[in-house]
């Protein structure tokens, strides 16, 4: 079910862990879609801590450790049990030995307490029976 794949950012190399259910997967293709983004804004190096919100599979997370950063903490919420973006994640982390220099949480974070539907991204401040029926959501 996953497999790895190499990424190089500046020179450094590093696995990431991605679903091997069909080649594009967003596991893979999130490293791909920004990297243009990341070569010309990603400053990050030793002596930097990151905020990484709206992780997902980690193409920030892991390219700030992959360039020295001493620390990351990620959020990232969405995901179905089996292949969660989390899940995906701190495989990665773990095949690279970074596991130790991130945290990774399975919440978001919002202006507002509460809690969303990460399908629907509907917001409600309490979880009735309803509201958790409709599918999975997470407390942000």
Known sequence: ???T????????????C???T???HASIASFVAEQDIREAFWDV?????????????GPYALTALSQGADFVWAWSPQGHAGETEQEILQKSLMINKWASRCKVYNTG??????????ITQELSSTIDDEFAARTEQNII
């Open 45 to 57: 190096g030793p002596g930097d801590y990151v905020l990484d919100i709206g992780a997902s599979f």
């Open 109 to 118: 974070l919002y202006s507002v307490p509460g809690f969303l539907n990460t």
């Open 5 to 16: 794949m190499e990424i190089a950012f500046r020179g450094r190399k590093f696995r990431v």
């Open 1 to 3: 079910m996953f497999d």
């Open 22 to 24: 069909y080649p594009n």
């Open 18 to 20: 991605r679903l091997d």
